[in-house]
């Protein structure tokens, strides 16, 4: 059974606010995993985790928050599976950037290359951003395989690249907020999460949960 991926403004609105959350959720993560294993909480905005120093476990910390991204997005696949929440799996699948972390990693950044260095000694970033290209394609297969709009290959390219302009917004935001490596925090904070950031998270949170009961599930069937 296949969906009809819906192209109406509000879904792909829903969409954008669904990657928001899953980004975020790598980083509240990172975030909690550090907080339990590194004595404390660190920090954490849009796009930065910091953890305290001195920290035990810096690797576990580091592992956490891929597991989680690579977790929604195979979740997605295997939800596939079910009718009523067809689409919303076709939607996590992309939301969670899973797809797209191979990127990050030939541009020199990414816990992968991190992780790749420690326990293998790779550090070639085509090399590590094929393996994570590779973790991340099979969700994006069985994606592609339950489009049943008339031009699947364009509904797939369009899913595989809304995410981006996400993140730049994300990046280049944080970076104007908190500096250039998101250590500049100013103002109130709550366990190491910034006002700003708890409200716009909150927010996300709340407009995901009224509008994406509504709207993500099984439109159509071919």
């Known amino acids: 059974m296949k969906v009809k991926v819906p192209s109406r403004p509000v879904y792909n609105a829903l969409f954008l606010l669904l990657a928001f959350l899953c980004y975020q959720a790598h980083q509240l993560t990172r975030h909690l995993v550090g907080a339990a294993l590194c004595g404390g909480f660190g920090t954490m905005t849009f796009t930065v985790t910091i953890t305290r120093e ?65 326990w293998f000694g790779i550090s070639s970033r085509g090399i590590v951003a094929l393996i994570v290209f590779l973790i991340g394609l099979p969700p994006v297969i069985a994606a592609f395989r339950t489009i049943a709009n008339r031009r699947s290959g364009l509904v797939f390219i369009v899913s595989w690249l809304l995410p981006l302009p996400l993140l730049f917004a994300m990046l280049f935001g944080n970076q104007f907020l908190f500096g250039t490596n998101g250590d500049e925090i100013q103002g109130v904070s709550f366990l190491g999460i910034p006002l700003i950031v708890l409200i716009t998270d909150l927010i996300a949170s709340i407009l995901l949960i009224m509008f994406g009961s509504k709207y993500l599930h099984l439109q159509e069937e071919a």
């Open 54 to 118: 001195p920290c035990s476990f810096p690797t576990l910390v580091t592992l956490s928050g891929p597991l989680l991204t690579y977790g929604l997005a195979w979740f997605g696949m295997f939800l596939l599976r079910s009718p009523k929440y067809k689409l919303f799996a076709y939607a996590l699948i992309f939301a969670s950037f899973a797809h797209l972390r191979f990127i990050q990693t030939l541009t020199g950044r990414g816990d992968e290359l991190i992780l790749a260095r420690q």
